[in-house]
């Protein structure tokens, strides 16, 4: 069964009548801060907690590539890491290691 999809009027009632989300004023909204200047300390603490592996020295770059299935297959064998075997192997065959 589809939802029939609610008209702007009906959601602006919606809304409106919403004791717990009130419409902000001119007012509130002139006085209004982004959030990194209303709470310095904790845009600080959220930015350091946002995860993900740190940042490089020297980043690689995402390429697609076409390999045999047997060049893929015998990298991948050899367990965890195989992408970065597979880059071992490409800088030695450019001389660069």
Request: glycine share 6%.
């Amino acid at each position: 069964m589809t939802k029939k999809p609610l008209s702007e009027a009906k959601v602006q009632a919606m809304i409106a009548s919403d004791p717990d989300a009130p419409e902000a004023t001119d007012a509130q909204l002139a006085q209004a801060k982004p959030f990194t200047e209303a709470f310095p300390v904790l845009a600080e603490k959220m930015r350091k907690n946002a995860g993900g592996r740190p940042k490089a020295a020297n980043p690689k770059v995402a390429v697609s590539l076409r390999l045999d299935p047997e060049v893929v297959a015998r990298f991948k064998a050899e367990g965890p890491g195989w992408q970065t075997r597979i880059n071992e192997a490409l800088r030695h065959a450019a001389g660069l290691s």
